[in-house]
Nanobody, 114 residues
Framework: QVQLVESGGGLVQPGGSLRLSCAAS????????MGWYRQAPGKERELVAR???????NYVDSVKGRFTISRDFAKNTVYLQMNSLKPEDTAVYYC????????WGQGTQVTVSS
């Protein structure tokens, strides 16, 4: 059973930055894909960024140029660096990992407000 634990969320002013972390209970080397999703109140969960085992990353158009997904195999951790944050980025952010099954973290709240 894989466990994913997110951290790094919080309250930030528009234009600010946050770095989310997703720590896995085991090695992340074998995961086919790892990604970050978000869900805002009243909206469906959406993919924000993903990175494949081969290192190819993809982003939703609304965050391109502002967010960066990365990983540290030694720490079994995936990161989401979020810059130039906007109020519309406010949501609960979830870490996701795909292997034979799909695993989810518990989520971390990101609030962008002045």
């Amino acid at each position: 059973q894989v466990q994913l634990v997110e951290s790094g969320g919080g309250l930030v002013q528009p234009g600010g930055s946050l770095r989310l972390s997703c720590a896995a209970s085991g090695s992340i080397v074998s995961f086919n894909v790892m990604g970050w999703y978000r869900q805002a109140p009243g909206k469906e969960r959406e993919l924000v960024a993903r990175i494949t085992r081969g290192g190819v990353s993809n982003y939703v158009d609304s965050v391109k140029g502002r967010f960066t997904i990365s990983r540290d195999f030694a720490k079994n951790t995936v990161y989401l660096q979020m810059n130039s944050l906007k109020p519309e980025d406010t949501a609960v952010y979830y870490c996701n990992a795909e292997l034979k099954y799909v695993y989810w973290g518990q989520g971390t709240q990101v609030t962008v407000s002045s």
